[in-house]
């Protein structure tokens, strides 16, 4: 345990979680999710279910891997020996290998409009959803993307905990805000950007309908990447005088705090432009706003500079998510397989390009290729998102909140007992109670399919 990584700072701790909660699910999932579900009504049931659901089952994963200071498989071995809650631990790194193959796709996406944006490609009277259409179904120019994301990934995992990990976050995490805020600036400048702001912060509640709800309770859930062992790793390179939970709800808010930025990014801009819907679905980024930059700007050095900054932005927080999944596997194969780091990172690196390639081919040359009815795409996603992420999730607060000994969770949780106990009590309940039954309705919800 003496030779494994660890954080250096606790700014390094909460900047590098952070930076594995903020991924595209903040960006690009969460405009989509608040643009078909109504808006302000949307971000408010969000955050609630964000304190009461993704809250405490990131306090679970910081708990687990503090106490066994091990990867997520370990972590299980140590703290329940000999019985079957290992599987737990064995999904999620089964989960980060499916998760960083089809991410990588959509972050390869995110890097070849970067670099189309800082070639100024991206103006004119384009039909956009044809150039993405056309792009996406390349033969070569999408799996060349895969690979050199993949290796931008791999070589800040390879560095190490501190020299890769936490080094990187420290100026990854400060950048993409920096980022945020000058897009915001930018937005709200436009016209039309009233109603935009009118339809992020003027909830209508009559909008909240049960599918609304869900989409709150999932989009909560996999915002914060819980379920799978990534704060479970992390958590195991923490020193023991981090405080636990206080972290964990920095990390929830600046997570909030990006995807509700995202959304005053987004929606200003969109209602800038007349005829453009805002519940434009997934190509809201690669079709509906390209095609925003342009009307709002005509082809200006504003709307280059815009178009740029949004990509990459896009493509650092697809980067620092993509860091935490692939180190749920590199620790795992690195101590148990006995791997120098190095190799243990080469190994993940080659298997999640082999399952990048397949995700990516779903989308063009093997597009009549099914696997129950699915390309490997929506395949891998779909494992992921309906099965391992929420069964993940409830395995890991019934695991804290049932199985573990109380005295060792009530030391984790207030920190050897110089926390606020009254809060440790409140939170232990979430997590016994109301964290299970959340994330079983994910689950139910996922698996009727409704």
């Known amino acids: 345990m003496s030779e494994?990584?660890?954080?250096?700072?606790?700014?390094?701790?909460?900047?590098?979680?952070?930076?594995?909660?903020?991924?595209?699910?903040?960006?690009?999932?969460?405009?989509?999710?608040?643009?078909?579900?109504?808006?302000?009504?949307?971000?408010?049931?969000?955050?609630?279910?964000?304190?009461?659901?993704?809250l405490p089952v990131m306090v679970s994963e910081f708990v687990i891997g503090r106490a066994s200071k091990a990867n997520t498989v370990d972590a299980y071995r140590v703290l329940a020996p000999g019985k079957p809650w290992v599987t737990a631990g064995y999904m999620g790194v089964f989960a980060g290998f499916l998760v960083l193959s089809f991410y990588s796709v959509v972050a390869g996406w995110t890097l070849h409009y970067a670099v189309q944006s800082g070639?100024?490609?991206?103006?004119?009277?384009?039909d956009f959803a044809a150039l993405f259409s056309a792009f996406v179904s390349h033969p070569f120019w999408p799996l060349a993307y895969v690979v050199l994301f993949l290796l931008l990934t791999h070589w800040v995992v390879a560095r190490g905990v501190q020299e890769g990990i936490e080094r990187y976050s420290k100026w990854m995490m400060p950048l993409l805000f920096i980022i945020?805020?000058?897009?915001?600036?930018?937005?709200?400048?436009?016209?039309?950007?009233?109603?935009?702001?009118?339809?992020?912060?003027?909830?209508?509640?009559?909008?909240?309908?049960?599918?609304?709800?869900?989409?709150?309770?999932?989009?909560?859930?996999?915002?914060?990447?819980?379920?799978?062992?990534?704060?479970?790793?992390?958590?195991?390179?923490?020193?023991?005088?981090?405080?636990?939970?206080?972290?964990?709800?920095?990390?929830?808010?600046?997570?909030?705090?990006?995807?509700?930025?995202?959304?005053?990014?987004?929606?200003p801009a969109v209602f800038s432009v007349p005829g453009l819907s805002v519940d434009a679905g997934p190509g809201?980024?690669?079709?509906?706003?390209?095609?925003?930059?342009?009307?709002?700007?005509?082809?200006?050095?504003?709307?280059?500079?815009?178009?740029?900054?949004?990509?990459?932005?896009?493509?650092?927080?697809?980067?620092?998510?993509?860091?935490?999944?692939?180190?749920?596997?590199?620790?795992?194969?690195?101590?148990?397989y006995g791997l120098s780091r190095q190799r243990a990172a080469a190994v993940v690196t080659l298997i999640c390009l082999l399952g990048g390639v397949a995700c990516s081919l779903s989308f063009g040359a093997w597009r009549e290729v099914k696997v129950f009815g699915m390309g490997f795409f929506d395949l891998f996603d779909y494992l992921t998102a309906k099965f391992i992420m929420p069964l993940g999730g409830i395995a890991i607060t019934l695991f804290v909140g049932w199985v573990m000994e109380r005295k060792m969770v009530a030391a984790e949780l207030t920190n050897a007992g110089t926390c606020h106990r009254h809060a440790a009590r409140v939170l232990l309940f979430l997590i016994r109670w109301v964290a299970p039954l959340g994330v079983a309705v994910i689950f139910l919800n996922g698996f009727l399919g409704k």
């Open 284 to 336: 809201l980024v690669f079709i509906t706003l390209p095609n925003v930059f342009n009307a709002a700007f005509g082809g200006s050095w504003l709307g280059y500079l815009f178009s740029l900054l949004f990509y990459l932005l896009l493509l650092l927080a697809a980067l620092t998510s993509s860091i935490s999944m692939h180190e749920i596997c590199t620790a795992f194969i690195h101590e148990k």
């Open 4 to 54: 494994r990584g660890r954080f250096g700072s606790k700014i390094g701790v909460v900047l590098a979680s952070a930076g594995s909660a903020v991924g595209l699910g903040n960006i690009w999932r969460f405009p989509t999710e608040v643009g078909r579900n109504g808006g302000a009504a949307f971000i408010l049931v969000y955050v609630c279910f964000v304190l009461f659901l993704a």
């Open 119 to 126: 070639m100024n490609n991206l103006t004119g009277g384009q």
């Open 180 to 267: 945020i805020f000058v897009l915001v600036g930018c937005s709200l400048s436009m016209q039309g950007a009233r109603e935009g702001l009118m339809f992020l912060l003027k909830p209508d509640f009559s909008k909240v309908t049960g599918r609304v709800v869900l989409s709150a309770i999932g989009q909560a859930f996999f915002s914060l990447s819980v379920g799978i062992g990534c704060m479970v790793t992390y958590a195991s390179y923490f020193g023991r005088q981090m405080r636990l939970v206080p972290s964990a709800l920095h990390v929830c808010v600046i997570d909030t705090l990006v995807a509700v930025l995202s959304g005053f990014i987004i929606f």
